[in-house]
């Protein structure tokens, strides 16, 4: 009857294999290294904040959901937190994020908190917004997370209070008219300082003719304004009048209507100048 031997290989020997073995792995098997959700993915690790108007970002990207956190925060959430020192009304929004969000503000204890408010788009743009009453001394959650059947992510802004006060240019400005059409034709490039909706009225007016006057109005309707995408517009003016607008110059003036997820404003703007050039082909009548 033989019996069976196993030969050990030195430990040294095993330790060799075993490295040889991995270094033999293809890199692309290797897994990458996993970036690592954002400090306020969780409710416990909130990020703290102040009533006073300032605005907070955080890249998203990383960030996960907890289906216990309710239908109100959705995907890609991120928490921020504060004990009001005031009764009052909050103004919130998530205007200047990069994708689709939606807010939700709850009051009370972290494990038993409740719904205070919740908004999807009452900001401009993909962007939300909430007016609430605060009370000196509650504590408020705020959940910024992503909305919509295919939940994105990026940069997400939240702002509380007026950081900045909205506002909006007209730049690149160019103007043609052709002299029997009456007709003023400026194009333009429209930009905001904040995220914002934004209606524009503009009043051209042109003196010809001695003390006479080309006077025509522009409704511009609503943009969707970023200060990263301006806006090209065209503003068509048709003399109201009877006095046709000319090559020569022209004032700009009027006055816009302004949502920046926080207040609504209205009000002019300063005048503008702007050189009117021969536009041939518009020298016929509609």
């Keep these: 009857m033989s019996r069976s031997t196993t ?11 075993t490295a040889a073995a991995v270094a033999l792995v293809p890199a692309f098997l290797v897994a990458p290294a996993q970036a690592e959700p954002p400090a306020n993915d969780d409710i416990s690790g909130a990020t703290v904040v102040t009533t006073t108007p300032g605005t907070y970002s955080v890249d998203t990207t990383e960030a996960t959901a907890d289906p216990t956190d309710g239908r109100h925060v959705g995907a890609h959430s991120v928490w921020f937190t504060f004990r009001s020192d005031h009764t009052g009304r909050l103004a919130l929004t998530t205007a200047g994020s990069s994708y689709d969000t939606q807010l939700a503000v709850f009051a009370g204890p972290r494990n038993h908190r409740r719904l205070v408010d919740a ?4 900001g401009p743009g993909a962007s939300a917004a909430v007016r609430m009453r605060v009370h000196d001394g ?14 994105s992510s990026g940069t997400a802004l939240l702002t509380i209070g007026r950081v900045a006060n909205p506002g909006f240019a007209l730049t690149n400005l160019e103007a043609t008219s052709g002299g029997l059409s009456g007709r003023l034709s400026v194009t333009a490039d429209v930009t905001c300082t904040t995220e914002s909706l934004l209606y524009v009225y503009v009043r051209a007016s042109q003196r010809v003719g001695g003390d006479n006057v080309a006077l025509g109005y522009w409704d511009g309707g609503g943009f969707e304004c970023r200060p990263d995408a301006p806006i090209p517009v065209t503003l068509a003016f048709d003399s109201v009048t009877g006095w046709a607008f000319q090559p020569g110059q022209a004032v700009l003036s009027g006055s816009y209507e302004i949502w920046d997820g926080i207040t609504w404003d209205y009000t002019s703007f300063d005048p503008v100048v702007v050189d009117v050039v021969d536009a041939p082909l518009a020298r016929q009548t509609r």
Aim: net charge positive; hydrophobic share 30%.
């Design 119 to 122: 908004d999807r788009n009452r």
């Design 138 to 151: 509650v504590k408020y959650w705020i959940a910024v997370s992503s909305q919509g059947p295919s939940p």
């Design 7 to 17: 030969t050990r290989r030195p430990r040294l020997g095993a330790l060799i294999s």
